[in-house]
Structures are given as structure tokens and as C-alpha cells.
């Protein structure tokens, strides 16, 4: 057995479903040969008893041969004791697989969602992300469970088929023609299952977004009055989901009741058809016996050949929900042939808006719509694409206009590696989440001295919530850090960004939710923190913009004035809406 997760989770196949579930079972193939034997062996030999009971009959009863009967009797002991270990081996093999799948796809949606970064949440909703995770998953982890039980039930399958057919022809063959006709009589009830299935999965899909928006705005809409009629909509939705649920659950349970019908129907034939010949003579006692035990025997196989169906079906699903996470591309891509970025210190340029971020500098921007300062910060950090591009560089002190990207100290964004510039310029925004975890690695994944943490935390007037946390900095936090107010995790996560210590790192509203004597505090501790390292503020805070190097005011998503926060106040009106405005005036 390999370790779980494996080490390297590789990279998957994801042109088809199908295709993904045949890389996954490459990835594990020696486990899944592993599974099938013991689950062929433990099929197998809970095969033997009928035979075996035959022979009791046969050699000890009818022939009363004593030693015949304790020889079988203990060969029939011994069958079961083997059979009750390979039971637990078999078992053991197919939990493993499950676990294998689970969390090898588990790693490769977790990876690729990290590198799509703010794609995902603009191609893929919240709530299919976490089906993929909540329940997709279990159902791939269950097809590859199922593996050693189809291959043992097929097996199992072949060998009884040849003692029937050797002993009697015909209710050999009556197995070998019945149980493939009972699979192929389940065929038609697949794809309707199918289908219902998917609709389901989607159906939950939307549920679980409709209930992230809910929870994320609870306080809004409790605000403006609208929980109820949200709650009355997340109630429609969620009775369709149930009634989705419900049509999923008719068809299950009629797969169920056929896997129990038809090979109850084989069965009966079979005894039927073997009573005939032990009475024409044409088979011993023991044998009717033990064909009796193999049609009844048989209806365990052939339940699981038809589980496997339903299984292969969830399975399918998932896979393509799967998929088309996998299959989902960056708004951004690195270049054919990346250039090496500037020397540390360059200067961010931004054409789209006018913008020049100047290097060593805290430059704060003040945009009239909130969407133009977000959109600036994913420009400036190449999380969105700009035509024409921002350039990073070198930027003429005397002139005011920046340098183009036909000098060599001036590269455009595009032309560099994705990597450099993730490395050399960080965007924090409110979207950021805190992971469960000690406090310590969720700060400073990397590790950092206390001295560091103890100065990013101050710079970030957090310093109080460590001392009110048992534990410190090595007490535990929640998932998205919910122990915490909206103002405790801006605070924690500002100092998480600024242990990152990038060479530019943009801050986009980052005291919008403390008040007022903190966000002064962090506004005077963040220009010492940072001075003489580029920084950038994306703030209508009067706060912070009265702590900056350099103010740009943006409107309708140009650069409209530039200068001191008070000078701005002074010269531009427009400036003067856009601050009172944030200010609450």
C-alpha cells in the first residue's frame, strides 16, 4: 500500500469523464490488481461451501462413510475460516481505493483551483465547487471501490458457470444465459438514472449557492428587510431539490428491487430444472444441493454486477462535474517565451486608467466606483488582462509622462512569467479567507520569527486579538476564521499580507470594516511598516489617504487629479464626494 495522499498527485486526464476515471485507475493500478485478487479469492472461496455441502451429502450421508464425512465436514470449517479472513483483506483493499481516488482528486481540483485563483469564482459557482468537494468525490472514490467487486463477481461468475455446465449441461447453461440476461434487463433503467442523477447534482449545486449568498449577507439582508423573501426562495429551491431527490430515490429503489426479481426468478428456475434431473437421475442428491446453493449463491454476484451499474452511473456524474473544473483555463496565461522582469524597484504603469504606482512610495487611489479600484488591483497584479498592458520599470523622475515598454528596464506585465509577478506583486482584497489552522502557520505559512510577527501584528493593530485567543499565536482557528468579527479578520489577515513582504503590495479597502480610532492606528503604523517599499492602497478612507505619499483620484475609470489628500480636498470637488461619500458625510 501506498501513503494517502500520495505525495504527487499528477497530472490528470481531463478530456472526457471517462478519460479521468481511466487516469485514475492508472495512478493506482497496483492496488486496484491487489483489491480484485482478494476480492476474487474471498468470492472464490465463498463460492466452495455449496460444492463442498454436495460432497457431505454425497460421500458421508449417502455413502455413510464416516472418515468422509469429518474430512469434508473439517474442509468445510477450514473454507470458512479462510474465507472470513480474506473478507477483512478484501475489504481492507477496497477502502483503500476509495481513499486513494478521494484524495488523489481531491489534490488535483485543490491545485488547479489554486492556480486559477480569481478565475474560479468567474467561471464556476461557489456551490459546484463544493459539491466537487462534498460529494463528487465520494462518488468516484466509490467506482474505484467497487473495482475488486466486479472483477471478483465476474470471475466468480465464469467459475460457477463451468461446474454447472460440467455437472448439467442444461442448468449450465440456463446460469451462463441468465445472468448476462438479467444485466442487459437493467440496461434500460440506467439512463433515465443517469439523467435524474445529474439533475439532482445540479439541483444541489445551485442550493448550495443560494445558501452561500444567504449566509454571506446575512447582515444585509437583514438590513433591508429581505431575509424573508430570500428565505422563501432558498425554501422553493430547495423543495425542488427534494423532489429532484425523490425522482432520484423511484428509480434506485426500482434498480434495487429488480437486483432482488431477477436473479430470485434464476434461482427458482434453477431449482426448478435441477429437481427434474435429480429425479430423472441424471444428477446425485448432493449435487441438486449444491446447484440449489449456487443459484442462491449466485444472486450475491449478480447484485453486485448490477451495483456496479448504479455506481458506474454516479460515478460518470461526478467524473464530468470534476472535469470541468480540471478543464477550466486562467483569464491569464504565462507567455510562449517570458522576459525577465526589471530590477527590484521598478515603477507599475497602468495606461487603461493613467495610473503610475511609484517605486518605494505608498500611493493611495480613490475611485469613485468601487469596481474601478477593484479592477485597477487585478490590471496592476495581471489578475485580469489589459489591452494595452501595465508596464513595470523604470520611470523618468523629471518627465511626466512614464516610460514605454520599448526600453529595456521596462517589461509589459504580459511578457513576464505568471510566477515573477505572483512573486514580486501581492494583491489582498476582502475576498482573502483564513484557513483553519494554528494561527501561527495561517500568518505565516513559511515560517517567520516572532520578532517578525510581532511587528506585522502591531502594524496591523491586531495585536490584541492574539492576546485574547487561548492559545496565542499557536491557538486554533476555524474554518474562514468565523470566531472572529468582519474587523478582526481584515486586521489578521492585513498582517498575513504584510509578513508576505512582496516587493509591491496592493491593499484594496483593507479597514473597511474597524473603526475609526483603529483604522488611524493601522493608517500611521502601515506607512512606517512599509516606508520605502512600494505600496499601494485602494481606499476612499480619509484616514488612510491622508497618510500617503501620493493620492490619484479615479473617476469613470481615468485618472482624473493626483496629489496630496488635502490638496485634492481642496482643488477637487469631485475628489472632495468621493471621500466625504466614504467617509459617511
Known amino acids: ?176 444465459i441468465g445472468v448476462p440476461a438479467i444485466v442487459l434487463a437493467l440496461g434500460p433503467l440506467i439512463r433515465p438514472y443517469h439523467r435524474r442523477t445529474t439533475t439532482h447534482r445540479e439541483r444541489l449545486a445551485e442550493l448550495a449557492d443560494q445558501a452561500g449568498d444567504i449566509v454571506a449577507g446575512l447582515r444585509v439582508l437583514r438590513g433591508i428587510g429581505g431575509e424573508r423573501m430570500f428565505a422563501r426562495r432558498y425554501r422553493a429551491a430547495s423543495q425542488e431539490t427534494r423532489r429532484a431527490g425523490v425522482r432520484v430515490g423511484r428509480f434506485d429503489a426500482l434498480l434495487r428491487a429488480a437486483e432482488v426479481l431477477l436473479p430470485g426468478l434464476l434461482v427458482a428456475a434453477v431449482v426448478w430444472f435441477g429437481a427434474r434431473a435429480a429425479l430423472a437421475g441424471e444428477i446425485t442428491t448432493g449435487q441438486l444441493v449444491a446447484f440449489y446453493g449456487y443459484a442462491a449463491y449466485l444472486v450475491v454476484p449478480v447484485q453486485s454486477l448490477t451495483a456496479v451499474l448504479g455506481v458506474a452511473v454516479a460515478g460518470h456524474v461526478a467524473a464530468t462535474r470534476i472535469v470541468r473544473v480540471l478543464s477550466l483555463r486562467r483569464d491569464v496565461t504565462d507567455p510562449a517565451a517570458p522576459v525577465p522582469g526589471p530590477a527590484p524597484g521598478g515603477a507599475l504603469y497602468d495606461p487603461v486608467s493613467g495610473v503610475t504606482v511609484r517605486p518605494g512610495a505608498l500611493t493611495a487611489v480613490a475611485c469613485a466606483r468601487p469596481a474601478d479600484g477593484t479592477a485597477l488591483a487585478e490590471r496592476l497584479a495581471r489578475l485580469r488582462d489589459s489591452d494595452p498592458p501595465v508596464l513595470f520599470g ?54 517567520a520569527s516572532d520578532e517578525r510577527l510581532a511587528a506585522a501584528l502591531h502594524a496591523a493593530s491586531a495585536t490584541d486579538i492574539v492576546a485574547a485567543l487561548p492559545g496565542g499565536l499557536d491557538g486554533l482557528v476555524t474554518d474562514r476564521g468565523r470566531e472572529f468579527s468582519g474587523g478582526q479578520q481584515q486586521r489578521l489577515k492585513l498582517a498575513r499580507a504584510l509578513l508576505v513582504e512582496p516587493e509591491v503590495l496592493i491593499l484594496v479597502e483593507p479597514t473597511s470594516a474597524v473603526d475609526a480610532h483603529t483604522e488611524a492606528a493601522i493608517g500611521e503604523r502601515l506607512a512606517k511598516y512599509r516606508s520605502g517599499r512600494t505600496t499601494v492602497l485602494v481606499t476612499t478612507s480619509p484616514l488612510l489617504l491622508d497618510r500617503a505619499d501620493r493620492v490619484c483620484h479615479v473617476a469613470d475609470g481615468r485618472l482624473m487629479a493626483e496629489g496630496g489628500h488635502r490638496e485634492l480636498l481642496r482643488d477637487d470637488p469631485g475628489y472632495a464626494r468621493t471621500v466625504r461619500r466614504g467617509d459617511g458625510a
Open 1 to 176: 500500500m501506498y501513503p494517502i495522499p500520495a505525495p504527487e498527485p499528477g497530472m490528470p486526464d481531463h478530456r472526457s469523464p471517462w478519460r479521468y476515471v481511466a487516469w485514475t485507475a492508472r495512478r493506482q493500478w497496483p492496488s486496484l490488481v491487489l483489491a480484485s485478487a482478494m476480492s476474487t479469492l474471498f468470492m472464490g472461496v465463498q463460492a466452495l461451501p455449496p460444492a463442498i455441502i454436495g460432497r457431505v451429502i454425497d460421500a458421508g450421508l449417502t455413502e455413510r462413510d464416516p472418515r468422509a464425512l469429518l474430512m469434508w465436514v473439517a474442509v468445510l470449517l477450514g473454507t470458512g475460516t479462510v474465507q472470513a479472513v480474506l473478507a477483512a483483506a478484501a475489504h481492507r483493499a477496497d477502502v483503500y481505493n476509495w481513499f486513494h481516488a478521494a484524495y488523489r482528486t481531491m489534490q488535483v481540483v485543490a491545485r488547479r483551483a489554486g492556480r486559477l485563483g480569481v478565475t474560479l469564482r468567474r467561471r464556476v459557482s461557489s456551490g459546484e465547487v463544493v459539491s466537487v468537494g462534498s460529494s463528487d468525490i465520494e462518488e468516484l472514490g466509490e467506482l474505484t471501490e467497487y473495482t475488486g467487486m466486479l472483477v471478483g463477481s465476474l470471475v466468480t461468475v465464469a467459475g460457477i458457470s463451468v461446474y454447472l455446465l460440467s455437472s448439467s449441461l442444461t442448468l449450465g447453461l440456463l446460469v451462463v
Open 394 to 447: 523604470a520611470v523618468p523622475s523629471a518627465a511626466p509622462e512614464p516610460a514605454r515598454a520599448d526600453t529595456a528596464d521596462v517589461v509589459a506585465l504580459p511578457d513576464m512569467a505568471l510566477a515573477e509577478v505572483r512573486g514580486r506583486i501581492l494583491v489582498s482584497d476582502n475576498d482573502a479567507w483564513l484557513f483553519p489552522g494554528p494561527l501561527r502557520s495561517e500568518l505565516a505559512p513559511d515560517g
